[in-house]
């Protein structure tokens, strides 16, 4: 038993590992080295899909709906790094049985994305510092759902990173949704 907590505590450990390294890569390197044009949509399109069993598993549906044929000049890794944490938010701290839905859209500044899920408690006043290095809304569930807050951070880099914005907003009550808009 207490080999297996500290292989657990070891993966923790090399999570958060990796993602200060994301995150002192994203300070150090602007823009990322890897730029280039590749099709946004169907990154969303197979990110969103990879979530489906994830998002079940845990009780929620997962509804994608990206606007086809929409393209994207950066770096590839990073926009699907982008999504998956996103999606892994949204899914860890969706209420129960609830419905996470991820768009893809086109604007006169570039693809927009947006993922929001219904998630009851929500501080609208503490909206923008869920994007702060280490800060955690809900010190209660942090047991439940793992995680060392520094997520968003590392989505913030990556929406600065490609020139974009970022935001968190209630369209309604209960309901939280991340709207980032990435430049052509």
Do not use: M
Not at 140 to 149: D, N, P
Request: proline share 4%.
């Amino acid at each position: 038993k207490w080999i297996g907590k500290a292989q657990a505590q070891t993966e923790k450990l090399s999570e958060l590992v990796n993602d200060l390294v994301t995150l002192a890569r994203l300070d150090e390197e602007k823009p990322p080295a890897r730029f280039a044009r590749f099709d946004i949509s169907g990154v969303v399109t197979e990110t969103a899909e990879s979530f489906q069993d994830f998002a079940a598993a845990r009780g929620h549906a997962l509804e994608a709906d990206a606007a086809p044929g929409l393209s994207c000049c950066g770096d590839e890794y990073a926009i699907r790094q982008l999504v998956s944490v996103l999606l892994d938010n949204a899914v860890k701290y969706a209420d129960e049985g609830s419905v996470i839905h991820l768009a893809l859209e086109k604007s006169k500044k570039g693809p927009v994305l947006i993922v929001s899920n219904p998630c009851a408690g929500l501080d609208t006043a503490e909206l923008d510092r869920l994007f702060d290095r280490f800060y955690r809304p809900d010190r209660s569930r942090s047991k439940q759902t793992g995680g060392f807050g520094v997520g968003l951070s590392i989505v913030r880099g990556i929406v600065e990173a490609h020139k974009g914005t970022i935001r968190a907003e209630c369209p309604a009550e209960g309901v939280i949704q991340f709207v980032a808009v990435l430049r052509e």
